[in-house]
């Protein structure tokens, strides 16, 4: 606006120059010349739209004039509008002169904002008191009514009603205590189906295979809970909770015997999957990167198969959860490599003919 101000101005001071050597006569029939066009815009125009800079421009020309005068000039607006542009005009430059401070306390640094909504959104049952005081325990000073207006102005319920926890995050808390488990058919090439049974740990991630079948009968499935329960006896296994669906083929034997064991039975809800989604996950892995790859001719291969991917799924296979460490091998200490080396010796081990892969360094 300023810099078209004084383009304006420039502009007015180079007309009024050019008017200096004009005679009275010359410049009446200008003035009449104008002021005809200027009823003839009136005519075709509705209602003419001025910038803050033109109305700038109209009061500083116009205010010197007496109202009388004022009223007697042919003008696209009226009179009392100049004069309203013109006291606008002063009022804006005395705020812009003589603004008052700001007053209060200083606005609360935004690295300490931050941090407020980070501990809102870890810890659902803390009220603006609590994390008040955790924000005093880390030695930041700030009133706690800056806490509860932090949390307002995102939106942040209070603690009551954050406090409702959802399926993930109690997955997420008890992973060291749960076990899943999970049914899951595939096919040979005679056509033939098979069903394989299977149990993850959610905190390893580690899976067990414990047995595939034709036929997966009640009896079945109870002989391979007992084999589970003394494989969590020989790993001193701290599990207290088994995930399973509402498959007819887990009976009320099997609940029974593994509630004797201590082990409590969680059933899923009727078509949600998700409530079992890591068992679900490892399911879907197996098949895109063993079942789908490989031609399963009978039972017999089937369990060979199971068997070589169950243990590069827990001795080898990167995990995301596990910081790409594998559930039964963590991560080898990171290796310093010399500048000059731009080769690296590392050797494959091919698995069921070279379906699986795994990598290591050369001896």
Known sequence: MLLRLAYLAATNTIALLR???MSDREKDIEILALR?????LQRQVGKPVFTETDR????????????DKLRRLLLLVRPNTVLRWHRDLLKRRHAATCAPKRRGRPPTVRSVRA???RLAREN??????RIHGELAALGIKVAASTVWEVLREHGIPPAP??????WADFLRGQADALLACDLFETRTLTGARLYVFAVIEHATRRVRILGTTAHPTADWIVQLGRNLLMDLEDASSRARFLIRDRDSKFTAAFDALLTDAGLTVITTGIRIPRMNSIMERWIQTCRRELLDRTL?????????????????YNEHRPHRTLQQAAPLRPLPEPVNLPAHITQLEVRRRDRLGGILHEYQHAA
Do not use: C, D
Not at 57 to 65: D, N, S, T
């Open 296 to 312: 399963i001719w009978n039972q017999r291969h089937l369990v060979h198969a199971l068997r070589e991917f169950e243990t590069h």
């Open 161 to 166: 009603e954050r406090q409702s926890t959802n």
């Open 115 to 117: 941090l407020v909504l």
């Open 36 to 40: 005809h066009q200027l009823l003839v």
């Open 56 to 67: 700038a421009m109209l009061a500083g020309l116009l205010h010197h004039l007496p109202t």
């Open 124 to 129: 659902s049952s803390w009220g603006y008191r």
């Open 19 to 21: 008017l200096l050597p």
